[in-house]
């Protein structure tokens, strides 16, 4: 009786050793996720205060083109050249500036009052057709943003077409937050964003202009369809080995190339692009601790001022 007493303490005393070591073990494992994890929020906090930094350092870039070049921007500026790299403690940190205000904004598509502005929905037309879709597109990409619940085409879509999809939603009936929405409107699913998506933007602003300086040559050839792509792509190129610019929309159109443009096509040019530039897309890279990190940062310049509007951590 003893004996089996005796055993059965013994076996009580194994059980509680075993319990106290896998009690012990989930601690230690515990604790050290949770270093793990304290360290990636460290990690992550530095890598968005180093983004800032960056950010910062474009925005005084931008203030001070528009103190010393209040009237034109173009690509021989020094907020175009890449940031070098920057060393820092664990890494380092580069990024560049992207001119948003060189694409055509899909929110000009609209006046204030809600009905289409004819003039950008015409040069929109011209782009699609360019890039090689259809021209009536643009009736869905209006009707996206439009309030009412009516197709304005025999491409338009409103939500009762996206509630017959699967997976179903329905259309935004507000201006395009990001140019990624359009992946969802009618016409523009797979390949096709894929061709519209160089030469397009979604910018807070209704009345912003393309940028000739920095806008890619596909955009100034849709200007009409006797302009040759791949001539205006060689003048390009021409003019920036040179370190040369347009100082106004008159520049390119008086050119040999654009001497055949008609004047209807000369006065859609005149009304829809400029030398100047008021929203830019800083992209950063922080690279810490062998771990990359970006963040794009969305500015907008105005009276010598540049306002961060938005931010995007998904990688570019």
């Known amino acids: 009786m003893i004996k089996q007493q005796q055993g059965i303490a013994l076996i009580t005393i194994l059980v509680m050793v075993a319990l106290a070591t896998i009690i012990a073990a989930t601690i230690v494992k515990r604790q050290y996720t949770t270093n793990e994890n304290t360290a990636y929020v460290i990690r992550q906090n530095q890598a968005l205060n180093y983004a800032k930094s960056a950010e910062a350092f474009f925005s005084e870039l931008l203030i001070q083109d528009a103190q010393n070049s209040a009237n034109v921007d173009h690509l021989q500026e020094l907020w175009a050249k890449p940031m070098p790299a920057f060393p820092i403690e664990g890494g380092f940190i580069s990024g560049k500036i992207k001119d948003e205000s060189g694409k ?98 979604a910018l807070p602003d209704i009345s912003t202009k393309i940028n000739i300086n920095t806008a890619p040559a596909l955009l100034l050839a849709t200007i009409d369809p006797k302009l040759d792509l791949n001539a205006i792509m060689a003048l390009l190129k021409q003019k920036q080995a040179k370190m040369e610019n347009f100082n106004n929309v008159q520049d390119l159109l008086s050119l040999d190339l654009f001497k055949g443009v008609s004047s209807e096509n000369s006065q859609l040019a005149n009304n829809l692009f400029d030398v100047k530039s008021n929203y830019f897309v800083g992209e950063i890279e922080v690279a810490l601790e ?10 907008m310049r105005k009276n010598n001022r540049v306002v961060v509007y938005a931010r995007n951590l998904a990688p570019f």
């Open 104 to 201: 055509f904004n899909l929110n000009t598509l609209l006046k204030a009052d809600g009905k289409p502005n004819e003039e950008n929905k015409l040069y929109f037309e011209k782009l699609l057709v360019r890039v090689g879709l259809p021209a009536e597109l643009s009736a869905s990409v209006i009707d996206w943003q439009d309030a009412d619940d009516l197709p304005s085409g025999a491409m338009g879509a409103e939500s009762n077409y996206y509630n017959g999809l699967q997976p179903s939603y329905s259309a935004a009936n507000h201006a395009f937050f990001s140019v990624e929405e359009l992946r969802q409107v009618r016409g523009f699913e797979g390949k096709n964003y894929d061709l519209i998506k160089p030469y397009v933007t």
């Open 290 to 299: 062998n771990r990359n990190r970006q963040m794009s940062s969305h500015m």
